[in-house]
């Protein structure tokens, strides 16, 4: 269950990349009342925000989702940033009363709930060890060093030869990456004759 070959039990759970469209942002929330200079003047004030409406009370400072077609109260929290005078604004789920970031709507009924209670896991956490560490030798390579062209020299990014130094960074963080790489690769090789002799071993080969 969940070794280093298989993306365990996570597999059974939906993405949270699936579910953006239906996500609600407390920031963005946040972030969209800071800027609406006559917010002090309206009653009330609706926010749309990954596809659901969030409405908000000036002079209450309360705040409503939509839901099923009809507003239910929404509970947030204030938390000062570390300058002790900008602010940022947290959901707490309507399940478990956690503080969160994120509400994720629940098409079948209807509802909002932090990614626990919905069930929700990222892409990361369903793929396997070995799938995982792919992923980051191509993070590093291409978003990190700005090589992209890799494909064309060979086939496995665990094959790949150190890409040459981008000319904006700096040697202490280019080596830095190189050594993460090297280290990466080779724990990628040892995983793959790890697979392939515990495979040979079960079907006797």
């Known amino acids: 269950m969940g070794g280093f070959g298989s993306g365990g039990h996570n597999k059974k759970h939906e993405q949270v990349e699936e579910r953006t469209s239906v996500r609600v ?4 929330v946040y972030n969209f ?14 926010i749309r925000s990954g596809g659901t409406v969030i409405r908000y009370y000036p002079q209450s400072r309360e705040m409503e989702i939509l839901e099923n077609r009809a507003f239910y ?3 947030v929290s204030r938390v000062k940033n570390i300058d002790g005078v900008s602010q940022r604004l947290y959901f707490y789920c309507p399940c478990c009363e956690r503080r969160v970031r994120y509400l ?3 098409s079948r009924k209807g509802t909002y709930q ?3 209670c919905s069930g929700l896991n990222y892409r990361s956490q369903q793929v396997s060890g070995q799938e995982q560490l792919r992923m980051k030798m191509e993070n590093i ?5 700005g090589y992209y062209g890799w494909h064309y020299i060979c086939d496995y990014i665990a094959d790949l030869s ?4 981008p000319a904006y960074m700096r040697y202490e963080k280019y080596e830095k990456l190189v050594s993460e790489l090297k280290k990466m690769q080779r724990d990628y090789r040892t995983a793959c004759i790890k697979t392939f002799t515990g495979f040979c071993s079960k079907y006797g080969f």
């Open 25 to 28: 942002d407390s920031f963005a």
């Open 33 to 46: 009342l800071q800027y609406d200079k006559y917010i002090h003047y309206k009653e009330k004030v609706d």
């Open 73 to 75: 109260p929404l509970e």
């Open 104 to 106: 994720y709507r629940d």
């Open 114 to 116: 932090c990614r626990l």
């Open 141 to 145: 390579v291409e978003k990190k060093m």
């Open 162 to 165: 150190i890409p040459p130094k």
